[in-house]
């Protein structure tokens, strides 16, 4: 018999990535905030929507959430009808949701009390990578809940690995995403400065992606800098939420960062312009001063 499983929370990433699960042989139990949503991924998919996270958690060897924060995860874990209280003794809850490390470990230990195994195990890819099912997953955990997991998360994955403890899945994702707020800006103002320079910025794109400038921001969003149109991809808003989680646990364990802190700012300029759901692409919209919203060109 297929192994049951369950998934919280189908948004741009736990969509795919529930549908890879079913694609793989699991059966598959949803539940989303909006019912519409779940509803129409098991039309999609087959597999059975449920009306609680607790009732989807019922009988799943694994259960799986996605959602938005720290106060998203704790509802539909520990909160009035949260899958911990309904998860049998020896399954185990992945949370993929961008989250902090004290979550982590505060649910790890909730878990525990249940005899319920606990992954976090954050990702990057990007919608894209959860849709083609290639995405990188950081997990921390103990390595038997790990073990049990790795399976079905490898069914939406190219890499997946066990970094340490509870929390380090996140506190990895925070590194991963203090690499991309300088990645952006470096790319945006490189773009801006060659459009400045008469230079066709296509051209030059394409040169220097093949030398040591190279890297997966300048592939995938040179074209959206370069065009003005940001109307797709990783929001504006949730950057902010991920670098406002990488600086809280950087003042708590002393370290510096001064760029993402930089970055971060500039992000809350294009809020202020009107661009927190615009991809992050759109930092360069605050350096050609676009107040009306991203130009087509």
Known sequence: MAEKVAFIGL???GYPMAGHLAKAGFEVAVYNRTAAKAEAWVALHGGRQAPTPAAAATGAALVFACVGNDDDVRAVTVGSDGSFAAMRA???????TTASAQLARELEAAAARGGVGFV?????GGQIGAQNGVLTVMCGGREEAFARARPAIESYARCVRLLGPSGSGQLTKMVNQICIAGLLQSLAEAIHFAQRAGLDARAVIDVIAKGAAQSWQMENRHAAMIDGTFDFGFAVDWVRKDLAIALDEARRNGARLPVAA???QFYADVQRMGGGRWDTS????RLELRPNGPASK
């Open 11 to 13: 948004g741009v990433m």
């Open 90 to 96: 020896g399954a185990v809850f992945v949370d993929h």
């Open 120 to 124: 976090d195990a954050p990702v990057s």
């Open 262 to 264: 930089l970055v971060d």
């Open 282 to 285: 759109s930092l360069i919209a």
